[in-house]
């Protein structure tokens, strides 16, 4: 079974502060996912790493895939109120159906 | 594009009563969809895994005799919780992958939320 961990569980920071959270694991992945999910509703998906070393933007979020395949994080800068939500991350091996989902971040950006 | 939508939205039931939730994909078609399940401040937990025509695959610990699954048609399964008991109250959420996408990527339903009295 793969370990996953996600990076801190939870965060609470003002508007318009930086942040950063992480997804780490041992085992190599093929791809990422990332998604984020407010209350009520189900998850969406924000992205998807697939090489090595990979940098994505979306606006004001930042995400990497470590080099190695085996992690990745998620930055947002200038954070507010809307991007508050559960993150969660979804690595993929080839071959396999299901995704692998952690724990998930909980941020909340306070006004 | 890639909308998954289920239905109903939220279902409040009796003990004992049996309960369908349907998910749908709109504008693609899913050879597979996801069962997952969802307490308060907790992440997903993956019930099965739903090929179209074929028997759900169940995560270790949940009774296929009570989650019963089907997947008939390229665009739509469904759960259907039996003999509902309180504890069985949820947030459900169906997922569905895109068979022409490349890198294993799931869309979500708006999840429903059950409420067993």
């Known amino acids: 079974t793969q370990l996953l961990e996600q990076s801190p569980q939870f965060l609470s920071i003002q508007e318009g502060e930086n942040l950063t959270v992480y997804c780490n694991s041992s085992s190599v992945f093929s791809s990422l996912q990332w998604y984020r999910q407010e209350p009520g509703e189900g998850p969406v998906l924000l992205v998807t790493?697939?090489?090595?070393?990979e940098v994505k933007k979306l606006k004001r979020l930042t995400f990497q895939f470590g080099d190695a395949r085996k992690d990745s994080s998620l930055h947002i800068t200038a954070a507010q109120p809307g991007d508050t939500g559960l993150y969660l991350c979804?690595?993929?091996?080839?071959?396999?159906?299901?995704?692998?989902f952690g724990q998930g971040t909980r941020l909340t950006i306070n006004p | 594009g890639a909308v998954v939508s289920q239905h109903p939205s939220w279902v409040i039931c009796k003990s004992g009563t049996s309960v369908k939730i349907e998910c749908r994909s709109l504008d693609f078609q899913a050879t597979t969809m996801f069962w997952y399940r969802q307490f308060p401040k907790q992440s997903l937990m993956l019930m099965a895994t739903?090929?179209?025509?074929?028997?759900?695959?169940?995560e270790q610990g949940v009774e296929k005799d009570k989650f019963l699954i089907n997947h008939a048609s390229l665009t739509l399964s469904t759960l259907t919780v039996t003999s509902a008991h309180p504890e069985d109250s949820s947030f459900y959420i169906c997922?569905?992958?895109?068979?022409?996408?490349?890198?294993?990527?799931?869309?979500f339903g708006p999840g429903t939320r059950l409420t067993v009295t």
């Open positions: 790493v697939v090489t090595g070393g």
């Open positions: 979804a690595p993929s091996r080839q071959g396999a159906q299901k995704l692998v």
């Open positions: 997922s569905a992958r895109d068979r022409l996408a490349g890198h294993y990527e799931q869309y």
């Open positions: 739903s090929n179209e025509g074929s028997k759900a695959t169940y």
